[in-house]
């Protein structure tokens, strides 16, 4: 084995164009070795590169010939020549991670124009520290899409912390965002870090920050101004250094207009805004997400049943296309999901064969659809992970999540 092997070494010239690239590195993407050199680089690495000169490392994904994503940790070093003239660039895969990450960025398997321009706009701002607020319907990808830019950010190797604000009371906003002392309140037995103090150093990601009441609107715009906050009963404030990413499936230029939210927050959380367009408007992108999803649950599709999912609008989007096919999936005996395995009622779960109404509970229950699998292997944890289409440790930790005992 050469070196370019031993350390998973991709060479290329100064215009990113693959000279060499480690063998274990062609095997795990599924290509031939000339597939790919010659090429550019984008061909396998879902990031643009045109800031690559003031890079010394980044994170970002390797992309499979059938679509997968794998996440990798990468160093860069400028190739000189004899005379001391930059030749290219050394690219070394640094890990690889457990499983592919294709489960969580799928969304963004695309050959859409829109997709890739928003993409390359999201690449450049990971590299500032700047606010971005995510818009765009159920479904469509924003905490990914918030998570991606973490990743391929300066901050990727400290913490990404995801706050739900539509699920946060106001009586519990202080508590939840900045955290208590030990005493601070009748149960506060021991003190508690609060999600702003655990973002340290990394990304603070406000989920549905549009749901946030005005009473919490008016807490989280001191912190967002001042990145300062008090636990409750503490005496003194503590600083900390985050980035500030949001998500929204609302309107907030409307909600303002209609008192429902905050003008002076809304421009700090705004800084840089990215709206991800609907399924429904990249339509072209279907096969991709579809076979991306089938692959690992070991099916394919057939081209009449493909046309079939490409005619429906998604109103849930990648959501409720992911949704749709785990529950095909369960029920499918075959190797080839076809036009019959599409009937809506394989995802209703009821005796009343007669109603093919989806039911949204269940649809979007993973619970649900653990249990489902589960049944169909008759107890076999592995094959249920299977046909899941997840690791046999991620089907482990959502029977302990969901206490689900058989």
């Not at 870090?193 to 749901?211: C, R, S, Y």
């Not at 609008?313 to 190797?335: C, H, M, P, Q, Y």
Request: proline fraction near 1%; include cysteine.
């Amino acid at each position: 084995m050469n070196f370019i092997d031993e350390l998973n070494l991709i060479i290329t010239d100064k215009d990113l164009v693959v000279k060499r690239i480690s063998q274990t590195l062609v095997e795990l993407l599924n290509y031939k070795n000339y597939e790919i050199i010659g090429e550019k680089l984008d061909k396998i690495l879902d990031r643009s590169l045109k800031d690559i000169d003031e890079l010394s490392s980044f994170v970002s994904f390797l992309k499979t010939k059938n679509g997968n994503l794998y996440k990798g940790y990468f160093k860069v070093d400028k190739l000189f020549d004899y005379y001391g003239q930059h030749r290219g660039y050394f690219i070394q895969f640094m890990d690889f991670s457990e499983n592919e990450v294709s489960d969580d960025f799928i969304v963004f398997n695309t050959q859409n124009i829109k997709m890739k321009m928003l993409l390359e706009r999201a690449s450049l701002v990971a590299q500032h520290d700047i606010s971005v607020l995510i818009s765009g319907e159920t479904g469509t990808g924003k905490s990914k899409l918030a998570k991606w830019i973490h990743l391929n950010s300066k901050r990727s190797r400290n913490k990404f912390v995801s706050v739900n604000c539509s699920a946060i009371p106001d009586t519990l906003f202080e508590s939840e965002f900045f955290g208590y002392e030990k005493g601070a309140f009748t149960g506060a037995v021991t003190s508690k870090p609060g999600k702003v103090e655990i973002a340290d150093g990394g990304t603070l990601f406000l989920d549905e920050v549009g749901d946030l009441s005005l009473t919490s609107q008016a807490k989280l715009l001191v912190f967002v101004d001042t990145k300062e906050f008090e636990r409750l009963g503490a005496n003194k404030s503590k600083k900390v250094d985050v980035r500030i990413i949001s998500a929204t499936n609302k309107n907030l230029l409307k909600e303002m207009e209609s008192g429902n939210f905050r003008n002076d927050l809304f421009y700090r959380i705004c800084a840089i805004r990215i709206e991800i367009p609907p399924l429904r408007e990249r339509k072209e992108d279907i096969p991709l997400i579809v076979n991306s999803i089938l692959s690992k649950k070991g099916k394919r599709i057939t081209p009449k049943a493909m046309e079939v999912l490409m005619s429906r609008d998604w109103l849930g989007n990648v959501r409720e296309l992911r949704a749709f096919l785990d529950a095909v999936s369960i029920f499918s005996t075959k190797d080839f999901i076809d036009v019959e395995d599409l009937n809506t009622e394989y995802v209703y779960f009821n005796e009343d064969k007669k109603s093919l109404e989806v039911s949204e509970e269940v649809l979007f229950s993973e619970e649900k659809r653990i249990v489902e699998a589960l049944k169909k292997a008759k107890g076999n944890k592995k094959l249920a992970a299977k046909i899941l289409g997840i690791s046999y440790v991620s089907l482990w930790r959502k029977l302990k999540q969901y206490n689900i005992q058989m």
